[in-house]
């Protein structure tokens, strides 16, 4: 019998129609099961990124109740604010002061003689710029030491004014070069960068022309100001450095500076112009910010508050439970802000201002937050330093010499006694004795020096020649040299340089191991006793916090145990007792650790979310085998289907024949009658 082609022709049957109405059956209830925890699981990660953005909202908010500058905010007002602008920082002390300004700082300036144009060549040779004060009285410049000295090359490639303007400029040497002109000529200016009497300029010229101090060549820019005009003094001078001369409540004050930051602790003056007069500066606490900050706080926790209500809530009226109710993860949330809103600081140094309902923050029976305003300013005029305490992470030592420089997260709240037992030193190297005594000569059989400081080597330095009057003066021109180093510029490395007796000391500025002064070669290390010269390595803090063994660090304590984290910072000299130093953490530092926790990458936040993106992940797997199967289940109906068709087509085939058979016979019947 020849086979089906296609099925249902035998049967007779609509089998695609048949197939397609089962198949649905086979998947309608696990199709829908499927689609029921697909549409829960990605309600779940909405409502759970909506608690997370709250909470990262809150996270902000903590934070900046946790900054010290968000409570100690002043703000300043002048009545002259043409003569003197301040600004306030949170250090400053709510007053006014009285400040008459009788003198501006003004930086140097020297100017040459015209040229007919910049591109005039002037000389060669070497520019040794450095700085010091000028004495017009005694005709004296004593270097300044905390100044480096800069040697700038002019050769063929850089003669010209302004190929050495270029070159002054790229040399970081302190100063800045301009060329300044009209119709009769070009002048080169030179202008020191920093004001104050301290940083008048001087510079030495070695022309290559043999003459270092004449008018002519590079010595054209040689300026000495105790020298004589055209012998060394071949500048104009258009400024004198000076300093500024100010007073402050009728206390006469000096500036290198015009920006003046140290007069009145946390106030920053800058002197415009001189007054006849007095103007006042009055000085006030600014609330206001801290206000907006606990105010945004009250909001971004009621935020929270109002999504994990929609994320895990119940509406009774639908008698609907939301995606997430009964979620461990965000129950635990809750309770954890909660507890904290409602806690007391045992650690708080007053008992008045201990919690948030203390400064105006109340936690309503909806579980969100209200901002009295006027409690919190009360508080505020009351005492705003308990205020402040009542949210920041802060540590108060009882001696003046200890500094709470840094805490972290697992620094615990408490009191620790501070001991020295041994003081930070710094590295240095001590030169040998000298057979010759002042004046000391330097020339160029003993200029050039290389040395190591705190492990970064210098380049070749050049010490300006000259005839050095003391063993002073010649740590001085060592000094300035040194930390004009690029190197050593560049990596924040300095040394003070002393004169003891017969011998040079080169001392690192740094405290600690890692200060040394190494390595000293060159001519100059040969002449003034510092090749071979014996170095000592400086030497950490060592002591304790809370009696337990601090590390050290330059001149740092660093906590351990309970303290860890906690970093002291030590000056003044003396071993022994330093007091004790009391750690507080408030609310606005617990906040934002909490926070931080909770929204760590190891965090239950994250690891809700990701146990919500895997469940995911495991539903669509399920509807992939499920469509696998029914792929399978198909096929086999499909396959059985096929023999019902081939067996019905048979059944045909021989209901067919049986019914002519019985035709034949009839008719072979009736033909026989």
Aim: charge should be negative; proline fraction near 1%.
């Amino acid at each position: 019998m020849a086979s089906i082609s296609s099925i249902g022709i035998g049967s007779n049957l609509d089998v695609s129609s048949l197939l397609t109405q089962l198949m649905a059956a086979e998947r309608k209830a696990p199709t829908a099961r499927l689609d029921s925890a697909s549409t829960l699981n990605e309600s779940r990660i909405s409502v759970l990124g909506t608690v997370k953005s709250a909470l990262a909202d809150l996270q902000t908010a903590s934070k900046t109740l946790s900054r010290t500058t968000t409570f100690q905010t002043r703000t300043a007002s002048v009545g002259n604010s043409d003569a003197l602008a301040v600004t306030a920082s949170r250090l400053a002390q709510p007053g006014s002061y009285a400040v008459k300004v009788d003198q501006l700082a003004q930086t140097d300036k020297l100017a040459t003689a015209s040229f007919s144009n910049a591109f005039e060549s002037v000389g060669s040779g070497t520019l040794t710029i450095s700085f010091g004060s000028y004495d017009a009285t005694g005709n004296t410049f004593t270097a300044n030491a905390d100044q480096p000295t800069t040697s700038i090359t002019i050769d063929s490639t850089n003669n010209t004014l302004a190929g050495i303007r270029d070159a002054i400029n790229a040399a970081d040497a302190g100063v800045t070069a301009s060329i300044v002109g009209d119709a009769s000529g070009q002048r080169l200016v030179i202008a020191g960068d920093d004001s104050g009497a301290a940083n008048a300029i001087k510079i030495a010229v070695a022309d290559s022309d043999g003459n270092s101090t004449d008018a002519s060549g590079l010595s054209q820019l040689a300026w000495d100001p105790t020298a004589a005009a055209g012998s060394g003094a071949n500048l104009s001078h258009v400024v004198s450095a000076q300093d500024a001369k100010f007073s402050v409540d009728g206390l006469a004050l000096t500036s290198a500076s015009n920006v003046v930051g140290s007069a009145v602790t946390g106030l920053t003056l800058t002197l415009k112009q001189t007054t006849s007069s007095a103007t006042t500066v009055t000085i006030e606490r600014d609330d206001n910010q801290v206000v907006d900050a606990l105010g945004a706080f009250v909001d971004a926790y009621n935020s929270v508050a109002s999504a994990i209500q929609s994320a895990s809530g119940y509406d009774s009226e639908q008698e609907k439970g939301a995606p997430l109710i009964g979620d461990s993860t965000i129950l635990a949330v809750s309770h954890r802000l909660r507890g904290l809103l409602t806690s007391t600081l045992a650690s708080s140094s007053n008992s008045s201002y201990n919690s948030l309902k203390s400064v105006g923050i109340s936690l309503q029976k909806d579980g969100t937050l209200t901002l009295d305003t006027e409690a919190l300013t009360t508080a505020l005029n009351s005492n705003a330093d308990a205020v402040a305490g009542l949210f920041l992470a802060a540590g108060t030592a009882t001696d003046s010499r200890v500094n709470v420089a840094l805490s972290t997260s697992e620094t615990k709240a408490g009191t620790y006694a501070v001991n020295v037992s041994a003081e930070a030193s710094r590295g240095l190297m001590t030169g040998s004795a000298l057979g010759s005594s002042a004046p000391f000569t330097i020339d160029s059989s003993n200029d050039s020096l290389t040395l190591s400081v705190d492990g970064v080597s210098s380049n070749a330095i050049t010490l300006t020649q000259g005839s050095y009057a003391s063993g002073a003066d010649l740590a001085a021109q060592l000094q300035t040299r040194i930390n004009g180093d690029a190197k050593f510029k560049a990596s924040g490395v300095g040394v003070s340089v002393s004169w003891d007796n017969d011998h040079l000391v080169i001392t690192s500025n740094r405290y600690g191991s890692a200060s040394k002064v190494t390595a000293a070669s060159g001519t100059a290390a040969s002449a003034f006793g510092l090749s071979g010269a014996s170095s000592t390595t400086g030497t950490d803090i060592a002591g304790s916090i809370g009696g337990v063994a601090a590390t050290g660090s330059g001149r740092a304590l660093i906590g351990t145990g309970d303290a860890a984290g906690l970093r002291l910072d030590i000056s003044g000299s003396g071993t022994g007792d330093r007091g004790s130093v009391t750690f507080t953490r408030g609310f606005g530092d617990l906040f934002s650790s909490l926070l931080d926790d909770m929204l760590a990458s190891d965090g239950a936040i994250q690891l809700k979310s990701d146990a919500l993106s895997a469940e995911g992940t495991r539903i669509e797997d399920q509807r992939t085998a499920l469509e696998d199967r029914m792929t399978t289940l198909e096929e086999r109906y499909r396959k059985q289907f096929e023999r019902l068709d081939v067996v019905m087509a048979q059944l045909q085939a021989t209901s067919n024949y049986l019914t002519q058979q019985l035709d034949a016979w009839t008719s072979s019947s009736s033909s026989s009658s």
